[in-house]
């Protein structure tokens, strides 16, 4: 039930679902993002990426490549409930 007594409808009940879930995946992505520790400090970083370049790098290993994940995870998830909401709604 709704603030004035009423039932909650179906559509109302998807359109909450989907906000929900638009709402969770925004906070996961903005805090991946935050937690993630910076690719490059400055003209040092440039340099040495250039040598990584060459070298090759290792994968990520670790916190790193876990953020790294969940960012994308929550990033798809995001798009994918926005597009949701915008055609539901329409």
Do not use: D, P, R
């Amino acid at each position: 039930m709704n603030i004035t007594g009423n039932m909650i409808q179906g559509g109302e009940k998807m359109t909450i679902f989907i906000v929900v879930i638009l709402t969770i995946s925004s906070i996961g992505l903005i805090a991946t993002v935050l937690l993630q520790s910076g690719k490059s400090a400055g003209m040092s970083g440039s340099i040495a990426g250039a040598g990584e370049q060459v070298f090759g790098k290792s994968a990520a290993k670790g916190m790193e490549g876990l953020f790294s994940k969940l960012s994308i995870l929550a990033a798809v998830l995001f798009l994918v409930s926005s597009l949701a909401l915008c055609i539901y709604l329409k």
